[in-house]
C-alpha cells in the first residue's frame, strides 16, 4: 500500500524551475490520488492537472500589499486548505515544500493532527533572509520538522549552524529524468542554426539570468580563449533580470557574434541543445547571501554525458564532483574559470571521460525513480 502524503508547495508543474520539477517527478511516483498536493494557482495548471496522477488542489496565493505583512493572506489560505484535507484523509505523513511559508503550515497543522511533518531544505532560501523575523520563523519550522531533507552536503551544514539536529536531516539529492536527457540525440541543426563549423566549441549555460550564476563572467572570459586559437561560442538558454546586462557586456567585450542569448527553448529541446554543446559551464558565485543550493542543471548535462564547470560556491560539490564529473572554480576568479575553460576545451579525452563519468553517476543514483525511492524510504518518526 501507498504512503499518503499531504504535500504543501508553492513551486510545482507547470511553474518553470527545478524546485517544481522535483515535487512534481517524486510524487506522481509514489502514488496516486491518495496523494494531496496544495500549492498555487498559475497559467495553465487546470490543463495540467487534468491528466495528473495526483490529488493537486490549486489556492490563489499571490501576496496582497496591504496586508501586514502581505503573505498574510498566503499563510491563511495555506492552513485552511490543509488542515480540511487532513481532517478528511488518513495522511501517513504532511511534507512540505520550503520552511516557509509551507514548512510553518505544515508544523501547525501536523500539531494539530498528529501528523510527522518533513520539510525540504534548498540551501539558497536559508542564506539570503538575514536575521530578522523571516529567518527566525525559518528556524523554528525547522527545528520542529520531524525530518529535514537537504538537497546537499552544503545545506545540510547550513541547518546545523541554524539549530537543526543532524540526526533529523537526511540528504536527498535532486534527480534527473534520464529518459528525456540522454546522450545520442540529434542536434546538427541546433549547431548549423548558430552558425558553427565542425571545429567550433559550444559551451552552454542554462538557467535564470541573475547575477550569481556567472552568464558575465563566462562571457568576460571568450576574448582570452578566442586568443588561445580556441573556435569559441557561447549559448544561454533562460530569461532574466539580467538580461540587457549581458547584452552590453556582450557587445563591450566585442565577442556579440560569438553570444547567443536563445531565451526560453522548447521543453523537447532542451535536451537536444545539452547534446549539441561542447562543455556546460555555470560559475555560480555567492551575492550577499544569494546562492546555488545544488543546480539540477548540472545533473541534466551529465545525463547528456557531458561535463561540467561550476563554482565553488553553495551545494554545487554535490551535484559536480571535483575532477570526477567536471571541475568546480572561483566563481570570482576570471582567471581560475578561463584557465578551467580552456584545459577542458583544448583537451577533448579529458572532457570526455569527465562527461562519462557523470552520465554514469546519474544513471546509478540520481534518476528520479532513484530520488523517489530514497523519499519512500524517509523514516517519519515523530519522536523530536
Known amino acids: 500500500m501507498h504512503t499518503r502524503y499531504l504535500v504543501l508547495t508553492e513551486l510545482f508543474l507547470p511553474t518553470k524551475g527545478g524546485t517544481a520539477v522535483w515535487f512534481d517527478e517524486v510524487y506522481r511516483r509514489l502514488g496516486g490520488k491518495e496523494i494531496h498536493i496544495v500549492t498555487a494557482d ?4 487546470r490543463e495540467y492537472d487534468v491528466g495528473h496522477p495526483n490529488s493537486v488542489h490549486r489556492l490563489n496565493l499571490r501576496r496582497v500589499p496591504w496586508l501586514r505583512p502581505e503573505s498574510l493572506g ?48 534548498h540551501g539558497e532560501e536559508l542564506t539570503g533572509w538575514g536575521k530578522g523575523n523571516k529567518y527566525k520563523a525559518m528556524c523554528f519550522a525547522l527545528r520542529h520538522a520531524n525530518r529535514v531533507i537537504a538537497n546537499s552536503d552544503f545545506t545540510r551544514e547550513t541547518l546545523i549552524s ?24 540529434p542536434y546538427e541543426d541546433l549547431r548549423a542554426g548558430l552558425g558553427l563549423g565542425p571545429e567550433a566549441k559550444l559551451i552552454l549555460s ?31 538558454i533562460g530569461i532574466g533580470e539580467d538580461d540587457a546586462y549581458l547584452k552590453a557586456l ?11 542569448f536563445l531565451g526560453h527553448v522548447p521543453m523537447e ?44 560556491a553553495g551545494g554545487t560539490g554535490s551535484a559536480v564532483l571535483e575532477n570526477v564529473t567536471g571541475l568546480r572554480v572561483n566563481g570570482d576568479s576570471l582567471e581560475e574559470l578561463a584557465q578551467a575553460l580552456t584545459d577542458l576545451l583544448l583537451d577533448s579525452h579529458r572532457c570526455k571521460a569527465l562527461g562519462d563519468a557523470g552520465l554514469a553517476r546519474v544513471i546509478a543514483n540520481l534518476s528520479w525513480s532513484a530520488v523517489s525511492r530514497k523519499t519512500s524510504a524517509l523514516a517519519t518518526s515523530r519522536e523530536m
Open 269 to 312: 529541446d532542451l535536451p537536444r541543445w545539452y547534446n549539441a554543446c561542447d562543455l556546460f559551464a555555470l560559475a555560480n558565485r555567492d551575492i550577499a547571501g544569494d546562492t546555488e543550493g545544488f543546480g539540477i542543471v548540472f545533473l541534466e548535462a551529465a545525463a547528456c554525458g557531458k561535463t561540467a564547470i561550476a563554482g565553488r
Open 162 to 185: 541554524m539549530g537543526v539536529k543532524p540526526k533529523h536531516i537526511e540528504i536527498i539529492h535532486p534527480g534527473v529524468d534520464i529518459d528525456r536527457f540522454r546522450p545520442g540525440l
Open 250 to 260: 556582450a557587445e563591450q567585450t566585442g565577442v556579440c557574434d560569438r553570444v547567443n
Open 206 to 236: 542554462v538557467g535564470r539570468l541573475s547575477r550569481r550564476k556567472g552568464f558575465d563572467s563566462v562571457i568576460r572570459c571568450l576574448p582570452e580563449l578566442l586568443q588561445a586559437g580556441v573556435d569559441v561560442h557561447y549559448a544561454i
Open 42 to 45: 498559475v497559467p495553465g495548471a
Open 74 to 121: 498566503m499563510y491563511l489560505k495555506f492552513f485552511g486548505k490543509s488542515l480540511w484535507l487532513a481532517m478528511t484523509n488518513r495522511f501517513d505523513a504532511i511534507h512540505a515544500g520550503r520552511a516557509l511559508p509551507e514548512g510553518l503550515v505544515a508544523w501547525l497543522v501536523a500539531r494539530l493532527t498528529g501528523r510527522p511533518v518533513v520539510i525540504y531544505a
